[in-house]
């Protein structure tokens, strides 16, 4: 890539050939039999992502959200795989756990919709799709073909655009997540908000969420980083809590604010909590 190719878009692109795209389940995904990451790497480089703190950015020479390894020949590789982990049983898949599928590298490269083209000609029993991007519109047509087995969840962390910007300013604007929530849910593709992490909001959020979507997950540093919110401490996140005045967010009573106000408006069943509200 050019220098001012690399300056103007905040990011560099590296090609890689992976060996393997499906991964076991481990951990917070237990519930699935594989996860599934077109890129490494994540441009969107949200403050508190837990991945900062994992091999695949520690061992990384450059920052975490500055690199995107895109992920070569992908479709003829999870052709094979997902065939295979096929005839051995059930397969659930997670896309993704350490990438967003719909990253702005995802607009000319197209490896997730690639990925997804693959899927839908030979769907595993379900697919969840992790993304905080408006992007996922672009392949409503495949997720359609998946009916029940697909569940795309948006992150919406907050429903202050200000609060996103300090802690997120790369990724796309809450306003633009929640149309597409609508959207999807327009097309009949089952969705989900989620509350993951919890970062302040204000008090109408339950409404507007659940003006656009009818299940919520909510999940916090505290329950849903893998470590207890060892990681993300780790990460310094709490000095950007007290930059803002809002100290008081950084802690596991934040989680039961937002969650009261969350079934005050939607109905028993439609609120899930942390690993839960991510099982297939
Ligand atoms: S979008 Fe997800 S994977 Fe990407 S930086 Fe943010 S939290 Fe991490």
Redesign the pocket.
Known sequence: MEASEVKKMGYECFATYPKSLLNKGTGFLTDYTHSLNPYSG?S???T??Y?RQMPVSLFHKKE??TWVNIKQEAAALLRKELARAKAKGPVTIFM?S???PY?PVEYSEQVTRSLLTVIAEDPPDFLLVQT?SPLVRRDIDLLQELKDRVRVSM?VETDLEEIKRAF?PN?PPIAARLKTLELLAAADIPTQATIAPVLPSSEAFAHKLRAVADRVCIDDFFMGDGSGGKRTKKLGISSLYEKLGLPEWYDPSAYQLVYDRLTEVFAPGQVLVSQKGFAP
């Open positions: 994540c969107f480089g949200c508190y992502c991945v975490w959200g993704s350490s990438t967003d990253q905080r992150t997120t990724a």
